[in-house]
Nanobody, 123 residues
Framework: QVQLAESGGGMVQAGGSLRLSCAASGRTFSSYAMGWFRQAPEKEREFVAA????????YYGDSVKGRFTISRDNAKNTVYLQMNSLKLEDTAVYYC????????????????WGQGTQVTVSS
């Protein structure tokens, strides 16, 4: 079992920045790839970013490329999502997930999920 807890969400003006954190506990964090997803009201869950267990491979959704950066600190059992140049359409609940990298990127399987953190971008 892996327990995940997101933090760092909040309200920010368009063009601003936020950094989300996802702290993991339970089984060995460094053995899992990690990912971020988001879900806006009345929309399907969307893949945002993923990072391999070692941190040397990353993937991003098209809508966030060049603006968001995923990173991890295995010593702290934490994965981060640095979000810059935020847009109104980035408003959503953001979830982190622990799983195999392929499953995260493809959106398959179950994995372990956190409870989510709300990000609201205002004009």
């Amino acid at each position: 079992q892996v327990q995940l807890a997101e933090s760092g969400g909040g309200m920010v003006q368009a063009g601003g920045s936020l950094r989300l954190s996802c702290a993991a506990s339970g089984r060995t964090f460094s053995s899992y790839a990690m990912g971020w997803f988001r879900q806006a009201p009345e929309k399907e869950r969307e893949f945002v970013a993923a990072i391999s267990w070692s941190g040397d491979v990353t993937y991003y959704g098209d809508s966030v490329k060049g603006r968001f950066t995923i990173s991890r600190d295995n010593a702290k059992n934490t994965v981060y999502l640095q979000m810059n140049s935020l847009k109104l359409e980035d408003t959503a609940v953001y979830y982190c997930r622990a799983d195999a990298l392929r499953a995260i990127v493809r959106g398959t399987g179950l994995g372990y999920w956190g409870q989510g953190t709300q990000v609201t971008v205002s004009s």
